[in-house]
Every structure is written in C-alpha cells, then in structure tokens.
C-alpha cells in the first residue's frame, strides 16, 4: 500500500490534523517541514510521487509514542526501512494496544476472512519459515475495519 494511504487513513482513524502529524513525526525524531505533512495530503490522487518510507517509519514510531507515551524501560528502536505492510500491521498494533483476537474482529467485521495461523503469519519475524508477507487488501481492510471501530 502506498505510504500516503497508510498515513492518510490513520489521520482518519483518529481524526488528527496537519499539525497533530507533525507533532507525531516530532516525536519520533523527524523533523517534518510543512511542505512534507501537506503534500501527504495533496498528492492527485495517487498518481504522484509517495512520501518517503523514512518518513512513514517515523510517524509510525511516533504514533506510538502519542498513543501510549514513551517507556523509559525501552530504549527507541531505529528506524527500519522500507515500511512494509507487515510492519505497519505490527505498529498499529502495538500503537492502539491490539491483540491477535482483535485484530481478528476487526478483520472479520469487514467481511475479510484469514485464518488464525495465517494472520499470526503476518506477525513473524521475515526469517522465521512460516512468514506470510501482508497484501495490499489485507491492510486495506484491516485499516478500514480500524476506521470502523474507532470513530
């Protein structure tokens, strides 16, 4: 999925502003110009160029600080990039506190059907033999499902 839909649809998830993004991006370390946070939202419909996955990794990170704050007990993770769909699953997850069976729920609500094994697939290591990379739809309906709950 494109960079701009996943941060596109998390600031619809939680209805946050330009300036809540950037706040987000703030605490995780980047420093966002406004040109960036407003072409996020501004790009012709998917026709041009995404936003960097540095960026996305950061806002991901971010949103786990604004959502459940900073742990002293944890040191900051760096940066992993390219953002996959696998890893926006597991940051969205930890972000909004998600276990394995909600995520099920909410995937189930939007009328997609996975398994138990195959969405824990999703959540392994990429050298573990049982990984299953996340597909587009997966996201895209796991996202949608997220909407639904939230709002």
Do not use: C
């Amino acid at each position: 999925m494109r960079n701009n839909d996943v941060i596109q649809s998390i600031r619809y998830i939680l209805d946050l502003s330009e300036v809540e993004i950037a706040d987000i991006l703030r605490l995780a370390g980047y420093n966002a110009t406004r040109s960036e946070v407003n072409y996020i939202f501004n790009d012709n419909d998917g026709e041009g160029p995404d936003s960097t996955h540095e960026m996305t990794a950061y806002f991901l990170d971010g949103l786990i600080y604004h959502l459940r704050g900073k742990s002293d007990k944890h040191p900051p993770q760096p940066i992993q990039t390219p953002v996959t769909n696998n890893m926006v699953l597991k940051k969205l997850r930890v972000a909004f506190k998600l276990r394995e069976e909600d995520i099920h729920r909410i995937l189930k609500k939007t009328g997609f059907k996975i398994s138990g094994p195959e969405l824990s697939a999703l959540f392994r290591r990429k050298d573990q033999k049982n990984y299953r990379p996340a597909g587009d739809q997966v996201l895209r309906y796991f996202l949608k499902g997220l909407a639904e709950e939230k709002r």
